[in-house]
């Protein structure tokens, strides 16, 4: 197409829009300026506080923007950004690394003595077998002062362990039966060396004081059904002292 034919071909387009302009306004648009553009492109440079887009010359709104408001409060009258719902759920919040129990960590040692009675250590590991072995599968803890029952009906203690919480046993827990057997107590003997200023009777130290700590000490641990003592072992005993002078 020749450039004349060109131009008067956008002539012929501007005249015929300026003509549909002004019968719908109702007047006569001036031919003066630059054509409008066609239906097709909007005119959104003229936008209301409410994100509301309108074409000029025409008062009914062609776009609706909502603009997304920032931490200011103050709304953007760019580009419209939409904002997705989702059905998930937040993020947790952040949270403490949770207390590990003996039921959770791995048993690393472990020593085992006889209960009463002369035996023979070294049999102590082959009569607890089968005892150890359904301990590891059922993952139950294992703690100080345990007692175990061997296939020969002889009792044995868990003296010491590590981690001193307990925990269960795995592939690579060691295990340790030196020592002398653990004899089981009949009578103990008692010496409070500090009331803290009181001065208590024998009969109260005991009521008040002995008696409700070893039977709190099972109350609280249902596991725990012995307590190993030494002469000389020291206890705290409701901020009284004690030391155990014979056994």
Known sequence: MADNDLAAYREGQRRR?????????????????????????????????????????????????????????????????????????????????????????????????????????????????????????????????????????????????LPKEGGIIVEPTEFFIEGPPVEKVTKLQLVCTDQNGEDNSEETLFSNYVAPYFQSQFNNHPHKITEILDVNHMLDIFGLKFVVAAA
């Open 17 to 161: 829009w300026l003509q549909r302009q002004s019968t719908v306004n109702g007047g006569t648009a001036s031919s003066e300026g630059s054509p409008q553009p066609e239906a097709t492109n909007i005119d959104a440079a003229q936008s209301s506080s409410a994100g509301t887009a309108t074409a000029t010359g025409t008062g009914s709104p062609l776009v609706r923007i909502t603009a997304v408001q920032n931490n200011s409060g103050s709304s953007a009258s760019g580009p419209s950004h939409h904002r997705m719902s989702s059905t998930s759920p937040p993020p947790p919040a952040s949270r403490g690394t949770p207390k590990v129990t003996e039921e959770d960590q791995p048993l690393q040692k472990c020593h085992i003595l006889p209960l009463g009675g002369e035996v023979n250590n070294l049999d102590a590991l082959d009569q607890l077998n089968s005892v150890l072995k359904t301990l590891r599968t059922e993952k139950k803890a294992v703690r100080e002062d345990d007692v175990l029952e061997g296939k020969n009906k002889q009792e044995y203690i868990i003296a010491s362990v």
